[in-house]
Nanobody
Framework: HVQLVESGGDSVQAGGSLRLSCTAS????????MGWFRQVPGKEREGVAA???????????????YAADAVKGRFIISQDNAKNMVHLQMNSLKPDDTAMYYC????????????????WGRGTQVTVS
């Protein structure tokens, strides 16, 4: 069983930056794909970014990263295998980025932006005003 713990959420002003971190209880290099999702009350959880750590069925190229159109050019996902961590650098934050952010690991099937992951963290709140 993989445990994921997010950190780094905070309240910031529009235009500011935050870096979210996800610490995994296993070697992240052994994972196929890890992602960041976000959710606001009353809306579905949406994929923000993902990174392929080990080539697999849908995404064969390790190191590939993906980002939703809404955050492309502002958010960057990266890995730190030495520390079993995945980070989400968020720049030029907007009020629309306000949400609970979740880390996910072990994509089972389908596309990275679909919530078909085996493991989820409990989330970290980001508020942009």
């Amino acid at each position: 069983h993989v445990q994921l713990v997010e950190s780094g959420g905070d309240s910031v002003q529009a235009g500011g930056s935050l870096r979210l971190s996800c610490t995994a209880s296993v070697d992240t290099g052994s994972e196929y794909c890890m992602g960041w999702f976000r959710q606001v009350p009353g809306k579905e959880r949406e994929g923000v970014a993902a990174i392929v750590l080990r080539g697999g069925h849908t995404y064969p190229n390790a190191g590939s990263t993906y980002a939703a159109d809404a955050v492309k050019g502002r958010f960057i996902i990266s890995q730190d295998n030495a520390k079993n961590m995945v980070h989400l650098q968020m720049n030029s934050l907007k009020p629309d980025d306000t949400a609970m952010y979740y880390c996910a690991a072990a994509l089972r099937r389908g596309n990275w932006y679909e919530p078909n992951y085996n493991y989820w963290g409990r989330g970290t709140q980001v508020t942009v005003s």
